[in-house]
């Protein structure tokens, strides 16, 4: 059975309407490890050689988080800085992470009908998150599709939560 790890950020957690179900369908699939970064490490103080420990004994990794600002809240960021060394990640000898697997899950603001030339965002979200494929790929990972709810400020009053959250637990 492959190994899971989710990796959760969401700096505003208390006014979640859709990742905090998210959240906690991921922390009961039993064989899924569940990292909280905010609650980890509140002060972006990572600690380096267990996350990468934490990788080397997962198959999948998947990045949970609401889409801010065009990309991810800044303690993925930090961590992706810190944790994906050179000689671990990638580069000589940096072959930790080949033929693992990593993928998104993700809630944004705007609708999906946004993030199209003609939409408001003027973008695919896939644009948005390239950096992200591109550091996948660097790493010798395998990037899925992103799983992605559209519109998540207005999910609870259009009931599309509780089917989101499903297909979140069955893809875990």
Same mark, same amino acid.
């Given at each position: 059975?492959?190994?899971?790890?989710?990796?959760?950020?969401?700096?505003?957690?208390?006014?979640?309407?859709?990742?905090?179900?998210?959240?906690?369908v991921?922390q009961?699939?039993?064989?899924?490890?569940? %990292?909280?970064?905010?609650?980890?490490?509140?002060?972006h103080?990572?600690?380096?050689d &267990? $996350?990468q !420990?934490? /990788? @080397?004994?997962?198959?999948?990794? %998947?990045?949970?988080f609401?889409?801010?600002?065009?990309?991810?809240?800044?303690?993925? &960021? $930090?961590? !992706?800085d /810190? @944790?994906l060394e050179?000689?671990?990640?990638?580069?000589?000898?940096?072959?930790?992470?080949a033929?693992?697997?990593?993928?998104?899950?993700?809630?944004?603001?705007?609708p999906?009908?946004?993030?199209?030339?003609?939409g408001?965002?003027?973008?695919?979200?896939?644009?948005?998150?390239?950096?992200?494929?591109?550091?996948?790929?660097?790493?010798?990972?395998?990037y899925?599709?992103?799983?992605?709810?559209?519109?998540?400020?207005?999910?609870p009053?259009?009931?599309?939560?509780?089917?989101?959250?499903?297909?979140?637990?069955?893809?875990l």
């Amino acid at each position: 059975m492959a190994r899971v790890i989710v990796y959760y950020a969401h700096p505003g957690h208390k006014h979640s309407h859709v990742n905090r179900d998210m959240m906690a369908v991921a922390q009961a699939i039993e064989g899924v490890t569940f %990292v909280d970064l905010y609650a980890e490490y509140p002060r972006h103080n990572i600690n380096i050689d &267990k $996350e990468q !420990e934490r /990788l @080397v004994n997962h198959d999948f990794i %998947v990045f949970q988080f609401p889409l801010f600002w065009y990309f991810t809240p800044s303690l993925i &960021k $930090e961590w !992706e800085d /810190l @944790v994906l060394e050179y000689g671990f990640a990638y580069g000589t000898g940096g072959d930790a992470l080949a033929g693992k697997s990593m993928m998104l899950a993700i809630t944004t603001a705007g609708p999906e009908e946004a993030y199209q030339p003609e939409g408001y965002q003027h973008y695919p979200l896939e644009t948005f998150l390239t950096p992200l494929e591109q550091t996948a790929r660097l790493c010798k990972m395998a990037y899925l599709p992103p799983y992605v709810l559209h519109a998540a400020l207005r999910a609870p009053k259009e009931d599309r939560v509780s089917p989101h959250v499903e297909g979140y637990r069955r893809l875990l």
